[in-house]
Every structure is written in C-alpha cells, then in structure tokens.
C-alpha cells in the first residue's frame, strides 16, 4: 500500500481515539448506538464501549485487508488490482470515520436525522463497491466467491462485471430510499439480496454453459 494512503488511514484511526478521549468525559454514561430506519434511537451501549467499538473495529479491519493480500493463495491476481482495493480501503476507512463523527457529535447534543445524514456516505460507498467488483480478479477473499467463480475466470470475470453494475444501481436506490424514509431499510436490505441471489445463480448458469462448450473455456481451474 502506498506510503501516502498508510498514513491518511493510520491518522483517521488515530484521530478517532484521540477524539474518543478528548470528550470522554462530558459524553453521557450511556451512548447513542444504533438509529432506525426514522433516524430515531433505538439502542445504548455502555459509555466506554460506545465510544471506542468504532476506532476499535476501524483498526481490526485495516489489519484484516492489509493482510488479506499476503495470504491469499492467488495473491498474484490480487496485485493486478491492487490499486483499486487500495483505494477501497481508504473509502472504507473514510467512511466508517464519518460515521464515527456522526454518533459522537449526537452523543454530544447535536440533533439531526442520522439515516438521512449516512445515506449519501453508504451510496458512494456502495457505488465504489461495485467499481471495485469490476476490477477484480480471482481470488478467495475479494469479490463475489462461489464455487463456480472460484472454479473459472471466465466466469468470475463475467460475474463481477455484472456485479458491479448491480452494486452501483443498489448504491442509487440506497440514495433514493430518502425520499421514502419509513422504507429505508427495505431500500438498503432488499437490492442487496436481490443482487446477492441474482448473482450466485447467474455464476452456476455460466459455468454450466461453458461446461456444455468446451471450446469456449478459457483459463478454467
């Protein structure tokens, strides 16, 4: 990972312990957690879990990706799109820094619809999802893994591209969901299982079309 994105993460990561501290001590006993889909509070978690779980999982899950690429059997692929996951793991620190920002600064007094607030964050996190999807080559630990998937680039390649069109379509009825806000969550739930379906049937139909036509498999395990 380049040196400039290592640093712009560690210091999101950082900077959410350091603002955990700082207000530890005028934030309330019981903190804000989890908003429904009307923006309203619905769950607590005790004062210091509720401020550190976010920076906390943050770091847990730099790690996870940075290492994801060491260990994969197929690491190989992986470097041939290594700078599209890159930037996906700044997205994804980025997002789950402002979503860090959003519960604090409500733990603080500020008031405003935090489902209104986290939706444009989640559709362009979901847009980026699908751009990556598109760049993906095979591997075990990123994309859309089935067993057909695993089994064959063509149908990997084919899968994914759909993949990411589905991904940022959902990314834009994520967004839309605004407009229809005591729906949000089917809005958010429903294009993801959908897509998720579509797509572990739509790999078995290809990798069984390319098994009744040997001469067009290529690069198959």
Not at 103 to 125: C, D, E, K, Q, V
């Amino acid at each position: 990972m380049p040196s400039k994105t290592t640093i712009i993460i560690l210091s999101l990561i950082i900077l959410s312990f350091i603002a955990g501290i700082y207000y530890y001590q005028i934030l309330p006993e019981e903190i804000a957690s989890h908003w429904n889909s009307k923006g309203e509070v619905d769950g607590f978690m005790n004062k210091t879990l509720g401020i550190f779980l976010i920076p906390i999982l943050t770091l847990i899950f730099f790690l996870i990706f940075i290492l994801v690429p060491q260990i994969d059997p197929l690491r190989k692929n992986i470097a041939k799109f290594r700078n599209h996951y890159n930037t996906f793991i700044l997205v994804f620190m980025i997002f789950m820094f402002y979503v860090y920002l959003l519960t604090l600064s409500w733990n603080l007094g500020y008031r405003f619809n935090m489902s209104l607030m986290i939706l444009p964050a989640l559709t362009l996190f979901f847009i980026y999802i699908g751009f990556l999807l598109e760049k993906t080559k095979r591997n075990w630990f990123i994309g859309i893994r089935t067993p057909w998937t695993l089994s064959s680039d063509i149908v990997w390649d084919k899968t994914h591209k759909l993949g990411g069109l589905l991904f940022k379509i959902s990314g834009a009825i994520i967004l839309f969901g605004a407009f229809f806000q005591k729906y949000l969550t089917w809005f958010i739930v429903i294009p993801i299982i959908i897509s998720t379906i579509f797509l572990l049937i739509y790999s078995y139909v290809i990798y069984e079309r390319l098994k009744k036509n040997p001469k067009n498999k290529k690069k198959n395990l």
